[in-house]
């Protein structure tokens, strides 16, 4: 059963940082590209972030060297770290393959 776990949402204030963590299982971790996506309130689902196969990393733009994905494929792990946050960062972030999605976490960023 593939299954993919997020952590490490809160509350930071603007300028604060927070690591994001994707806990996979259930499937050949390394084999796969993983993307982190984002809904805010009120809005549709937006993309973040993603990690390829080999550790090839795409950013969107609004986030572009604020955050930076990363992967150990030994611990079937991936992480977003996120600095220099800002109030538009507060959103659900999720982690996803192609076609299974996680449960979400929580990121509020206070102005």
């Known amino acids: 059963q593939v299954q993919l776990v997020e952590s490490g949402g809160g509350l930071v204030q603007t300028g604060g940082s927070l690591r994001l963590s994707c806990a996979a299982s259930?499937?050949?971790?390394?084999?796969?590209?993983i993307t982190w996506v984002r809904q805010a309130p009120g809005k549709g689902l937006e993309w973040v972030s993603t990690?390829?196969?080999?550790?090839?990393?795409y950013n969107a733009g609004s986030v572009e060297g604020r955050f930076t994905i990363s992967r150990d494929n030994a611990k079937k792990m991936v992480y977003l770290q996120m600095n220099s946050l800002k109030p538009e960062d507060t959103a659900m972030y999720y982690c996803?393959?192609?076609?299974?999605r996680g449960q979400g976490t929580m990121v509020t960023v206070s102005s």
């Open positions: 996803q393959t192609d076609d299974t």
């Open positions: 259930g499937f050949a971790f390394s084999r796969f590209s």
């Open positions: 990690i390829t196969a080999i550790g090839g990393t």
